[in-house]
């Protein structure tokens, strides 16, 4: 005679977990609940058995111990293959419980609110539930442990006779619940670590979650997919809303998204980044958006057109009639957010409208001090510290000539867009709109002629601006014989002297930051 099986449900969100119990009770499995999760099942009409009438033991210390108790765990952890466990459960009067069906107090989004004490937070931290989450996963070969309501359909269809064979899909399962408790003790331990406990901690803790699967990766022979950080963190392109475009944003898409986000971060004025393989190719910042946007496209329209834009404003109607324009062409715009009138003009207006990704991602910020940035490598990771700063505070002239008012604001403008070039970087501006780029290059004096051939006739009374150092005279003098008459660097090479010196005999005005911005 086949044994009675049984399931405990114990959960906060409680989507779905109605019609479950209806489908295990109709094919005759038990129920036993906890708390809220019982009175809601009971209330529909389902026999669930209360968690102290199955423990014979009550709830105590305001819900915080409930099933932590050697029926829920021995039930649980029970295995089927061993007659000692058999004796073991029949000797104290266990009954085996073959179905967890568990989530967890909502500590991530508790400790994210704004103004919430310790104690709020600390009393959603979970222990009853991970703890038998963590009892089902060990014990999977016998046991399903369901952690996401997303797959209640497919375990109520396997134990029908359809879909997946038991142990594969318990395996799986297994494999989600240990990744969500990972998840949740991971935020725990975040939100517990002391303010100065340093930007690098013995261990990383680094838990995402999926967005979706991309089409490909760089390139179409590599799968890739995209995945968030679990809390806000700010504006960030993986966490944005689409508000428009049903094509899914592929995984070059959301690299120069993020870099062109990044770069208006960098701004308090009206601006606008073109981005073109994680590269600026047109910036712009005005007294209004438009103009931005304007002077941003027309700083390099052939290379603008298909690229990335970013704007540190609203889209208005108006910003909109600018970009969605005869001629232009964009893949994918970021902003904090569209007024409808906006998106129904870009999807409207023009035939790549009804394609183009609009992302919204909110309010703009920057990252808050303490900000880590980290990349992969073969078997690990890189950490470091977020490049938040501008310049060391002082811009120091170091040339006999003071840049004029109007080249010392070109020269701010250009220190902050060349930190978003990739080194060696050299960018050419004029009138707060990028004009040359050069990036990429194993030689810096290569990265300013590649800047002044783009920039061409733009770059008479241009100024430059470079990520790092002039280890020799030659960049200083390639750029002033197109037409560049002031420069901003970091200084430090052996030879600033000798550039200096360049510089003055040209006539330049030079300012040194005393901070360079690599980006590799």
């Known amino acids: 005679m086949a044994r009675t099986r049984r399931a405990l449900i114990s959960v906060y969100d409680k989507r779905g977990i109605v019609d479950l119990a209806r489908e295990l009770v109709a094919l005759g499995w038990e129920l036993v609940s906890t708390g809220g999760t019982a009175t809601a099942l009971q209330e529909a ?24 108790h050697p029926r829920v765990h021995g039930g649980i952890l029970f295995r089927r293959d061993l007659p000692a466990h058999e004796a073991s459960l029949e000797a104290h009067g266990i ?23 310790d104690a709020e937070a600390i009393e959603q931290i979970d222990i009853g539930g991970p703890s038998m989450v963590r009892s089902a996963a060990k014990n999977h070969r016998d046991v399903y442990v369901l952690v996401n309501p997303d797959h209640y359909a497919e375990v109520v269809a396997h134990l029908r006779g359809e879909g997946d064979d038991g142990p594969a899909l318990r395996r799986r399962l297994a494999s989600e619940a240990f990744a969500r408790t990972c998840a949740y003790d991971g935020a725990i331990a975040r939100y517990l670590a002391p303010p100065d406990g340093g930007l690098f901690p013995e ?8 967005v979706t699967d991309l089409r490909y990766g760089e390139n179409p022979h590599q799968a890739a997919a995209v ?26 898409n959301y690299l120069d998204a993020d870099a062109a986000l990044q770069l208006v971060l960098d701004f308090q004025q009206p601006t606008v980044g073109v981005i073109k393989h994680c590269n600026p190719c047109g910036a712009s910042t005005a007294a209004d958006l438009e103009t931005a946007f304007e002077q941003a496209r027309d700083g390099d329209p052939e290379s603008a057109f298909g690229g990335i834009v970013a704007l540190n404003r609203p889209v208005t109607l ?10 232009s062409f964009f893949e994918v715009i970021v902003a904090p957010a569209f007024v409808p009138e906006a998106v129904e003009h870009i999807a409207t207006a023009v035939k790549w409208g009804k394609n183009v990704r609009l992302l919204e991602v909110g309010e703009l910020a920057p990252p808050g001090a303490g900000a880590v940035a980290m990349r992969t490598i073969s078997g690990g990771l890189l950490a470091q510290e977020a490049d ?8 120091r002239c170091v040339s006999r000539r003071k840049p004029t008012p109007a080249e010392a604001a070109d020269l701010e403008f250009a220190w902050r867009v060349v930190k978003h070039v990739r080194s060696n970087a050299i960018v050419f501006v004029r009138d707060a709109t990028l004009v040359g780029v050069g990036a990429g290059q194993m030689s810096r004096v290569g ?5 002044a051939a783009a920039a061409g006739d733009r770059a008479q009374g241009a100024v430059m601006g470079s990520d790092a150092f002039f280890p020799f005279p030659d960049g200083v003098e390639t750029a002033a014989a197109a037409g560049v008459t002031a420069v901003i660097q970091p200084g430090g090479s052996r030879r600033d002297g000798e550039v200096i010196e360049a510089g003055n005999g040209l006539k330049m005005a030079m300012l040194l930051t005393g901070m360079r911005h690599f980006r590799h």
């Open 318 to 327: 108006e910003v909109a009639r600018r970009i969605a324009r005869k001629g």
């Open 388 to 395: 938040q700063a501008i310049h060391s505070g002082v811009l």
């Open 95 to 117: 009954v085996p419980i073959d179905m967890v069906v568990v989530n967890l107090y909502p500590f991530e989004a508790t400790a994210a609110r704004p103004g919430i004490t």
């Open 45 to 68: 009409g389902l026999p669930a058995l209360g968690v102290e009438e199955y423990t014979g033991f009550p709830e105590m210390l305001d819900g915080r111990v409930k099933t932590l």
């Open 203 to 210: 261990h990383h803790i680094g838990v995402h979650v999926k």
């Open 227 to 252: 995945y968030r950080q679990p809390q806000p963190v700010g504006p960030s392109v993986a966490a944005a809303r689409l508000v428009h475009g049903a094509k899914q944003l592929s995984y070059n």
């Open 447 to 451: 990265s300013v002629r590649i800047a």
